[in-house]
């Protein structure tokens, strides 16, 4: 959980190292803050499950953040961001509390 955390921490910095549209950039890390509530809300006993493909998932996301702040399709890369985002939510709730 630490590492998934670590890495939600990292795509927050790209955001806000990014020239993304402000808006845009406020809509990812309100749902980047979210993600990173929901690991914090997780029991303890449940902190280990899946932990190499949330990871991987976690990695992938930050790769996704980082492509989109240093290029110029922005709105099709936010979309894909947004959705994969939504979907580490998903699986991240199955755990939570």
């Not at 809300?41 to 190499?52: F, H, I, P, S």
């Amino acid at each position: 959980m630490l590492k998934q955390y670590s890495i939600l921490t990292k795509c927050l910095a790209e955001l806000k190292n990014s020239d993304l549209p402000i808006i845009e950039k406020l809509k990812l890390e309100v749902q980047l803050i979210q993600t990173k509530r929901i690991l914090l809300d997780q029991k303890v006993e449940y902190r280990v499950a899946g932990v190499a493909s949330s990871e991987r998932e976690f990695n992938s996301l930050y790769e996704q953040i980082r492509t989109a702040c240093n290029s110029g399709r922005i709105k099709a890369e936010i979309e894909q961001i947004k959705g994969h985002i939504h979907q580490i939510k998903d699986q991240t709730t199955r755990y939570a509390s």
